[in-house]
């Protein structure tokens, strides 16, 4: 499952890496609204909680599914400025109706509201079923949608009076703090991007971007099946401190692609593809393939050791192995005539953290 974004024909320069302020302020208030997705931020969530005033808090939770869930697509410019106030001020002039959709998406839950369907601004049907989606979601979500629905221009004026509060609160503290992290990852993308090309600076970003064998798509390994074009407008990369471990990204249509990726840690492993977490799954829902591994957990074994343990035939034993083994759960070991196969532990014990990294990515 991926997201393809097609650059056919697009020119490098068309390809951008930027900072921006209000999508890693977005980055920050998601942590704030689900810190599970972020233990690392424990301690810094701990002290911003601690210091907030409680109408900001109150504000936080009116509007918080602009960022809890997903991020709604405004909140993550496609053309990145020095200042908080310099995007707030291109998030204001968006239309309602952009607008309007644009955060009830996030408000009503994944993509069941679409642009291009009749605007629930104007259309009595969508607005009524806009307002039901908002209900299933909770109390919140059905009042959010309500005043915005009703009165976008407050809702807006509010929206953005929220996030300047929240700039003096914690965020222009915590932006000093990552600026430098930002900048030396931003020098790295735009220089492998001039001297070795799309490819080369797509690798640097995340082992779950890369470019196709065709130069013709992005591909972006996310829980889901979506495609977008960046034609006639590009695709923007936003690199987030507060972000990590998420790949977020803005492929609805009417958007320009915007993809924000967390900035490595030191040293960091890479990203298993989701294709990989998968087989191995399926690898581990044969009962036959469980009672293999629990005998090699216990020490390296031969294919007729195995099929004697088990009262299996060599042939069964031998196609269950090579499942194993694809799945890279396995490894082999040659003595002499025989192969004696070993339990993959590492592999085995990072598949729970791996698959909770490919859902949260």
Not at 1 to 20: C, N, Q, W, Y
Not at 101 to 127: F, I, N, Q
Not at 246 to 254: D, E, Q, T
């Amino acid at each position: 499952m991926t997201l393809r974004i097609d650059i056919s024909g697009l020119p490098p320069e068309r390809l951008r890496f930027a900072a921006s302020p209000l999508a890693e302020l977005t980055a920050m208030l998601h942590v704030l609204a689900e810190p599970g997705h972020h233990p690392q931020c424990a301690d810094w969530v701990g002290d911003v909680r601690a210091g907030l005033r409680p109408e900001l808090a109150e504000r936080l939770g009116e509007s918080e599914f602009l960022w809890r869930s997903s991020q709604a697509d405004f909140l993550l410019p496609a053309r990145p400025r020095a200042t908080l106030a310099e995007e707030l001020d291109d998030v204001d002039r968006i239309d309602d109706e952009t607008y309007v959709t644009a955060a009830l998406v996030t408000t009503c839950g994944g993509s069941r509201l679409r642009l291009g369907a009749p605007s629930p601004l104007t259309d009595t049907h969508a607005r009524e079923r806009a307002l039901d989606l908002a209900q299933a979601r909770g109390a919140r979500q059905e009042a959010f949608a309500e005043r915005l629905l009703a009165d976008p221009a407050t809702v807006r004026a509010r929206v953005r009076h929220t996030l300047e509060q929240c700039a003096d609160a914690f965020f222009d503290a915590a932006w000093t703090g990552v600026a430098v992290q930002l900048a030396t990852d931003l020098r790295l993308k735009n220089d492998l991007l001039r001297r070795q090309g799309i490819g080369a600076a797509l690798a640097s970003v995340s082992g779950a971007v890369t470019l196709a064998p065709d130069g013709d798509f992005i591909v972006v390994d996310k829980l889901q099946d979506k495609a977008t074009s960046a034609h006639g407008t590009g695709v923007t990369f936003i690199p987030s401190v507060f972000g990590r471990p998420h790949l977020v990204a803005v492929h609805a249509p009417g958007w320009q692609p915007v993809v924000q990726y967390p900035v490595a840690e030191p040293g960091p492993a890479e990203p298993v593809p989701l294709e990989t977490v998968t087989l191995r799954l399926e690898a581990l829902t044969h009962p036959v393939r469980l009672r293999l591994l629990r005998t090699l957990a216990r020490g390296p074994h031969t294919t007729r050791e195995l099929a004697h343990t088990w009262e299996l035939s060599p042939p069964e034993v031998s196609r269950h192995l090579a499942v194993l083994r694809r799945a890279g759960l396995l490894t082999p070991e040659r003595h002499g005539r025989y192969v004696r196969y070993s339990l993959n532990l590492p592999e085995l014990t990072v598949l729970g953290t791996d698959l909770l990294a490919a859902v949260l990515r």
